[in-house]
């Protein structure tokens, strides 16, 4: 903890040892002092060797100082409205300055003085080397006295003496030690003042004016009774004093007020017999006038607003039942019922703001819950009303900040909309062509292979598909776009296998016209494409191959296949996808060969497929009697027989027929699993999805999947406002804010509460209407949105009212108050103090004995300070109820605003305590020569104290003790919460 000390001078180094004066120069004669010390023998001290007369400059040697030593201006420079009481002063970081070049005596003084005149008094003129003024005998203060009022003021940590700290820090520009030069005129109040910090000897002002030195420059730069003196300036500065009243003077004139003994405080009548202009709505019901008490956004403490308090309760229930049949109109014509039928023309089609619509989604008035009470309820309606009117009012700048907020999201919706049509094409394109492929078909695709399927068995992962062929006894080659463009649908080999049986099919003679035996012939086309599309257990390979359906192996079971390089396991949909794209390329060779030329073959073929024995062989005749007219049947047969034979053979690695062509990697899903696996990997909304998450990351795409109705739909946003509505409230509609404030008293004060109800029903308006200019303006929202939830200061990151689209419809307006958990108390302050003193500091005292000078006192600073106007104040203080404070004895302190030390007097009023103490001394108590202060008793003044004052009298004083005197400490006026709210109601 540190402590103010007040010290009448600093001189260090030689000045301080000047004893004499030569030429308008301090001069001393320095000594040297010798001891002698021999180990073992005590030190002998020699007498002091003078030395030379020596020289130092003096104040005609300069004609300034450096100017970044000023380190505060009291009252600052500008100040158009400062204290008159208080004495104008300069501080000096070098606390020696004003004794650097002072001359030796008893008592030095300065060679620095300040002085302070009015605008009419004199100005600044252009000079050499320095600027003059043109001071009168009324600016100029006896310099006799200037010892007086010149003192280092010292901040010393307990237990550390003020000397040390002062030679430890003096000249080091550390504010914790400073050099104070004062003024002691009395200002006048309401005047204009010039500063001016100017030599106080003739040998300064010659230097100054760059006249030769004069022969008496040792003497004051002036003499009382001077008419005037033409001096050089040092530093200056201007400043003006406000009209007469200081601090204590006008917060004494604050009295506390209890708000509802105030007539029309507090409340709004509003007349509401007309609630349509055009249409008297009322007619028959109501009596000619209607009223309901409105209140605002803040209202007395006890006060209920949570029901409307008509003048006519009939009124009011005919009210309410034309406002829901009034709004409920739009959303009634919308109703399914209404569908279809012809609109009514005497039905609203347009209706009043159904206020909160926007963010629930109901298009008619809920019959209870927040909803309800704001769009049926008066006060709530015009209190959304205003919200919505602020933003008509101020919809460019709020809509050039929404801008501002909306960043990167446009070109994120851009890259949204491109990829989600490009999603839509591609699907429509994969319906349109790849959809209706069978199996074999689809699997020509070249790009599958490369695509990432999931296996069935834990811990694989997904594996692309010509990883599964790799290890299963699938050729190699298959996985290769050489072998698509060898099968493909189209290729010659497809259209050289299948010839024969297109041939046969499109010669088929009409039925009866032929034997049986031809016609089942044409059935040859569709039994192939059944065969490309067997299960995994009754693939055409394994019978084309000839294998009996009782030797394929269950699934499961390892077995070793005739392609396979090493074991494998039955029931492998990579051998079923290989199997169905090879019989695709042999069939129609591999059929004529194994089961019609075999002729020992008598295993009946698998009853999935029937027994197209007869068929092929049918198939077989037609096309051997094509290619050889006139040549028998069984003439023909060995030939193709033992060509295809060999030609078969080749490319099964002529493994016996008995092996099983089938080898696994116990996958153990079909080639139906495997085909819808593969076109779910391809489907181009999920592969969309991923390029969008790559891209705009988790945080925009992380919520979404592609089962969603629109996965790839525009990132729906809001701005968020961080300033506290409220003070936009008070500024436009203080009367909203405050109804009857305009009205309230001068250097008055008195609590009120916050309407959360108000506040929130506020909030809904404004929001709602926000909402509806930004989809106008094309931002992209979905008008659900809260752009504004913060109403009282402080704004930002400070907790809102929260998402309005997440409160709950049976809430009750007020619900959702950020403070209802720790209230919020709030005191109105209105006087001349607050225009003359605008710092001024108000806090909250939890009093001890109804007095808040002890240390137990607990302290409550405002969470807010809200301006009304320049003489009216509202101080927001958290966590306190009315009731809380009148219990516990609250007090609310009004304190004087202090830029740093203030030197002066009070100015005496009726409130005044006696002069029993120096700090109870007035300006009417203070002693004073032509304006000036003088440091001695003068016309009785100041009166003599009573014994035990420190220090005891005014004369014989330092410089410190003028110091201690003349320091004014902050004032503050305390004043009860009872006597703002009186008692709580029983």
Same mark, same amino acid.
């Given at each position: 903890?540190?402590?103010?000390?007040?010290?009448?001078?600093?001189?260090?180094?030689?000045?301080?040892?000047?004893?004499?004066?030569?030429?308008?120069?301090?001069?001393?004669?320095? +000594?040297?002092?010798?001891?002698?010390?021999?180990?073992?023998?005590?030190?002998?001290?020699?007498?002091?060797?003078? =030395?030379?007369?020596?020289?130092?400059?003096?104040?005609?040697?300069?004609?300034?100082?450096?100017?970044?030593?000023?380190?505060?201006?009291?009252?600052?420079?500008?100040?158009?409205?400062?204290?008159?009481?208080?004495?104008?002063?300069?501080?000096?970081?070098?606390?020696?300055?004003?004794?650097?070049?002072?001359?030796?005596?008893?008592?030095?003084?300065?060679?620095?003085?300040?002085?302070?005149?009015?605008?009419?008094?004199?100005?600044?003129?252009?000079?050499?080397?320095?600027?003059?003024?043109?001071?009168?005998?009324?600016?100029?203060?006896?310099?006799?006295?200037?010892?007086?009022?010149?003192?280092?003021?010292?901040?010393?940590?307990?237990?550390?003496?003020?000397?040390?700290?002062?030679?430890?820090?003096?000249?080091?520009?550390?504010?914790?030690?400073?050099?104070?030069?004062?003024?002691?005129?009395?200002?006048?109040?309401?005047?204009?003042?010039?500063?001016?910090?100017?030599?106080?000897?003739?040998?300064?002002?010659?230097?100054?004016?760059?006249?030769?030195?004069?022969?008496?420059?040792?003497?004051?730069?002036?003499?009382?009774?001077?008419?005037?003196?033409?001096?050089?300036?040092?530093?200056?500065?201007?400043?003006?004093?406000?009209?007469?009243?200081?601090?204590?003077?006008?917060?004494?004139?604050?009295?506390?007020?209890?708000?509802?003994?105030?007539?029309?405080?507090?409340?709004?009548?509003?007349?509401?017999?007309?609630?349509?202009?055009?249409?008297?709505?009322?007619?028959?019901?109501?009596?000619?006038?209607?009223?309901?008490?409105?209140?605002?956004?803040?209202?007395?403490?006890?006060?209920?607003?949570?029901?409307?308090?008509?003048?006519?309760?009939?009124?009011?229930?005919?009210?309410?039942?034309?406002?829901?049949?009034?709004?409920?109109?739009? =959303?009634?014509?919308?109703?399914?019922?209404?569908?279809?039928?012809?609109?009514?023309?005497?039905?609203?089609?347009?209706?009043?703001?159904?206020?909160?619509?926007?963010?629930?989604?109901?298009?008619?008035?809920?019959?209870?819950?927040?909803?309800?009470?704001?769009?049926?309820?008066?006060?709530?309606?015009?209190?959304?009303?205003?919200?919505?009117?602020?933003?008509?009012?101020?919809?460019?700048?709020?809509?050039?900040?929404?801008?501002?907020?909306?960043?990167?999201?446009?070109? +994120?919706?851009?890259?949204?909309?491109?990829?989600?049509?490009?999603?839509?094409?591609?699907?429509?394109?994969?319906?349109?062509?790849?959809?209706?492929?069978?199996?074999?078909?689809?699997?020509?695709?070249?790009?599958?292979?490369?695509?990432?399927?999931?296996?069935?068995?834990? =811990?694989?992962?997904?594996?692309?598909?010509?990883?599964?062929?790799?290890?299963?006894?699938?050729?190699?080659?298959?996985?290769?776009?050489?072998?698509?463009?060898?099968?493909?649908?189209?290729?010659?080999?497809?259209?050289?296998?299948?010839?024969?049986?297109?041939?046969?099919?499109?010669?088929?003679?009409?039925?009866?016209?032929?034997?049986?035996?031809?016609?089942?012939?044409?059935?040859?086309?569709?039994?192939?494409?059944?065969?490309?599309? +067997?299960?995994?257990?009754?693939?055409?390979?394994?019978?084309?191959?000839?294998?009996?359906?009782?030797?394929?192996?269950?699934?499961?079971?390892?077995?070793?296949?005739?392609?396979?390089?090493?074991?494998?396991?039955?029931?492998?949909?990579?051998?079923?996808?290989?199997?169905?794209?090879?019989?695709?390329?042999?069939?129609?060779?591999?059929?004529?060969?194994?089961?019609?030329?075999?002729?020992?073959?008598?295993?009946?073929?698998?009853?999935?497929?029937?027994?197209?024995?007869?068929?092929?062989?049918?198939?077989?005749?037609?096309?051997?009697?094509?290619?050889?007219?006139?040549?028998?049947?069984?003439?023909?047969?060995?030939?193709?027989?033992?060509?295809?034979?060999?030609?078969?053979?080749?490319?099964?690695?002529?493994?016996?027929?008995?092996?099983?062509?089938?080898?696994?990697?116990?996958?153990?899903?079909?080639?139906?699993?495997?085909?819808?696996?593969?076109?779910?990997?391809?489907?181009?909304?999920?592969?969309?999805?991923?390029?969008?998450?790559?891209?705009?990351?988790?945080?925009?795409?992380?919520?979404?999947?592609?089962?969603?109705?629109?996965?790839?739909?525009?990132?729906?946003?809001?701005?968020?406002?961080?300033?506290?509505?409220?003070?936009?409230?008070?500024?436009?509609?203080?009367?909203?804010?405050?109804?009857?404030?305009?009205?309230?008293?001068?250097?008055?004060?008195?609590?009120?509460?916050?309407?959360?109800?108000?506040?929130?029903?506020?909030?809904?308006?404004?929001?709602?209407?926000?909402?509806?200019?930004?989809?106008?303006?094309?931002?992209?929202?979905?008008?659900?949105?809260?752009?504004?939830?913060?109403?009282?200061?402080?704004? =930002?990151?400070?907790?809102?009212?929260?998402?309005?689209?997440?409160?709950?419809?049976?809430?009750?307006?007020?619900?959702?108050?950020?403070?209802?958990?720790?209230?919020?108390?709030?005191?109105?302050?209105?006087?001349?103090?607050?225009?003359?003193?605008?710092?001024?500091?108000?806090?909250?005292?939890?009093?001890?004995?109804?007095?808040?000078?002890?240390?137990?006192?607990?302290?409550?600073?405002?969470?807010?300070?809200?301006?009304?106007?320049?003489?009216?104040?509202?101080?927001?203080?958290?966590?306190?109820?009315?009731?809380?404070?009148?219990?516990?004895?609250?007090?609310?302190?009004?304190?004087?605003?202090?830029?740093?030390?203030?030197?002066?007097?009070?100015?005496?009023?009726?409130?005044?305590?006696?002069?029993?103490?120096?700090?109870?001394?007035?300006?009417?108590?203070?002693?004073?020569?032509?304006?000036?202060?003088?440091?001695?008793?003068?016309?009785?003044?100041?009166?003599?104290?009573?014994?035990?004052?420190?220090?005891?009298?005014?004369?014989?004083? +330092?410089?410190?003790?003028?110091?201690?005197?003349?320091?004014?400490?902050?004032?503050?006026?305390?004043?009860?919460?009872?006597?703002?709210?009186?008692?709580?109601?029983?």
């Amino acid at each position: 903890m540190t402590r103010r000390w007040f010290i009448s001078s600093a001189e260090v180094g030689a000045a301080a040892d000047a004893t004499s004066v030569t030429g308008s120069r301090p001069s001393f004669s320095p +000594a040297v002092r010798i001891t002698r010390a021999i180990k073992g023998m005590e030190d002998e001290t020699f007498p002091d060797r003078p =030395g030379p007369a020596l020289q130092l400059l003096g104040p005609g040697d300069t004609i300034g100082f450096d100017r970044a030593v000023v380190v505060r201006e009291e009252p600052p420079p500008g100040c158009p409205n400062s204290p008159a009481n208080y004495l104008a002063h300069v501080e000096f970081s070098d606390a020696s300055l004003p004794w650097l070049l002072s001359f030796p005596a008893a008592r030095k003084v300065p060679w620095l003085a300040l002085l302070v005149l009015r605008d009419d008094e004199g100005d600044l003129k252009q000079g050499v080397p320095l600027p003059v003024v043109e001071a009168p005998a009324t600016a100029l203060p006896d310099l006799g006295d200037a010892w007086a009022w010149v003192h280092v003021e010292a901040r010393v940590e307990d237990g550390e003496t003020p000397d040390g700290a002062v030679t430890r820090d003096v000249r080091s520009g550390v504010d914790n030690v400073v050099a104070r030069l004062i003024c002691p005129r009395a200002l006048d109040p309401d005047q204009g003042w010039l500063a001016c910090v100017v030599p106080a000897t003739k040998a300064g002002v010659a230097a100054g004016l760059g006249d030769t030195p004069p022969p008496d420059g040792t003497a004051p730069a002036w003499s009382p009774g001077q008419p005037h003196a033409r001096l050089p300036v040092y530093h200056s500065w201007r400043f003006r004093t406000g009209p007469k009243g200081s601090f204590e003077e006008l917060a004494r004139k604050v009295a506390p007020v209890e708000g509802d003994s105030l007539d029309g405080f507090g409340s709004r009548t509003v007349d509401v017999r007309h609630p349509w202009p055009h249409k008297d709505v009322l007619q028959g019901v109501a009596p000619a006038q209607v009223t309901v008490r409105v209140h605002g956004a803040l209202r007395l403490p006890h006060t209920d607003t949570a029901k409307d308090v008509w003048s006519d309760t009939a009124s009011m229930q005919k009210f309410r039942e034309l406002i829901v049949d009034h709004l409920d109109a739009p =959303g009634a014509r919308r109703q399914p019922d209404r569908v279809g039928m012809p609109p009514d023309r005497d039905e609203k089609a347009v209706a009043a703001p159904l206020y909160g619509s926007h963010h629930t989604g109901a298009q008619q008035v809920p019959a209870d819950g927040w909803m309800n009470e704001l769009n049926t309820q008066v006060k709530y309606r015009i209190a959304a009303a205003i919200g919505a009117r602020y933003v008509q009012l101020e919809q460019e700048f709020l809509m050039a900040r929404a801008w501002e907020q909306v960043g990167e999201v446009n070109e +994120a919706n851009q890259a949204l909309a491109a990829t989600e049509l490009a999603a839509e094409a591609a699907r429509a394109a994969q319906a349109k062509h790849l959809d209706p492929m069978r199996t074999a078909p689809l699997t020509e695709l070249s790009s599958l292979y490369r695509d990432v399927v999931e296996t069935e068995e834990e =811990g694989t992962g997904g594996q692309p598909v010509a990883s599964l062929l790799r290890h299963s006894a699938v050729p190699d080659g298959v996985a290769t776009t050489a072998f698509v463009r060898l099968t493909r649908p189209g290729g010659a080999l497809r259209r050289r296998s299948s010839r024969a049986m297109q041939v046969a099919a499109a010669t088929v003679p009409a039925p009866g016209a032929v034997p049986a035996s031809d016609v089942s012939a044409a059935a040859a086309a569709p039994f192939l494409s059944r065969a490309l599309d +067997a299960s995994k257990l009754s693939l055409p390979s394994t019978w084309l191959a000839g294998v009996d359906r009782s030797a394929i192996p269950l699934a499961g079971e390892v077995v070793h296949g005739p392609m396979a390089a090493s074991e494998a396991r039955a029931g492998d949909p990579s051998a079923a996808f290989a199997s169905q794209t090879l019989n695709d390329v042999l069939f129609g060779l591999w059929m004529i060969a194994v089961d019609f030329c075999e002729e020992g073959i008598a295993s009946p073929m698998f009853p999935e497929f029937g027994n197209p024995r007869q068929e092929l062989e049918a198939l077989f005749v037609m096309k051997q009697e094509r290619e050889q007219p006139g040549e028998p049947h069984a003439a023909a047969r060995p030939p193709v027989r033992q060509g295809a034979l060999r030609g078969i053979r080749r490319k099964i690695s002529a493994e016996e027929r008995a092996t099983p062509l089938l080898a696994a990697a116990g996958l153990g899903m079909t080639s139906g699993t495997l085909v819808t696996r593969i076109r779910s990997a391809i489907r181009p909304v999920p592969q969309a999805m991923g390029h969008m998450t790559s891209r705009l990351g988790q945080v925009v795409m992380g919520e979404r999947t592609d089962q969603d109705a629109r996965p790839l739909r525009p990132i729906m946003t809001h701005p968020e406002f961080g300033f506290p509505v409220g003070a936009e409230l008070l500024t436009r509609w203080p009367e909203w804010a405050v109804p009857g404030i305009s009205a309230f008293p001068d250097n008055s004060s008195t609590l009120l509460e916050p309407n959360p109800a108000f506040v929130e029903a506020m909030l809904v308006g404004l929001n709602q209407e926000f909402n509806r200019e930004l989809r106008w303006r094309e931002y992209p929202t979905d008008e659900a949105g809260t752009p504004f939830s913060r109403f009282w200061p402080p704004g =930002g990151a400070a907790p809102g009212y929260g998402e309005i689209a997440r409160w709950a419809l049976d809430d009750k307006l007020g619900d959702h108050d950020p403070d209802r958990g720790t209230s919020l108390l709030v005191v109105l302050i209105r006087g001349e103090v607050l225009q003359r003193y605008p710092g001024t500091v108000v806090l909250a005292a939890k009093s001890v004995d109804r007095k808040v000078e002890s240390p137990d006192v607990t302290w409550k600073e405002p969470r807010f300070v809200l301006p009304v106007d320049e003489r009216t104040n509202l101080y927001g203080f958290a966590g306190l109820t009315a009731a809380q404070a009148v219990a516990e004895h609250w007090m609310f302190v009004m304190r004087e605003p202090m830029r740093g030390a203030q030197f002066g007097f009070d100015v005496r009023t009726p409130q005044s305590p006696p002069f029993d103490s120096w700090p109870n001394l007035t300006w009417d108590e203070v002693p004073t020569v032509n304006g000036f202060v003088v440091p001695r008793v003068t016309g009785g003044r100041p009166p003599a104290l009573a014994p035990g004052q420190d220090p005891p009298g005014w004369e014989g004083l +330092a410089a410190s003790n003028f110091a201690r005197i003349l320091f004014q400490r902050p004032f503050q006026l305390a004043f009860s919460a009872s006597a703002m709210v009186g008692e709580p109601p029983a």
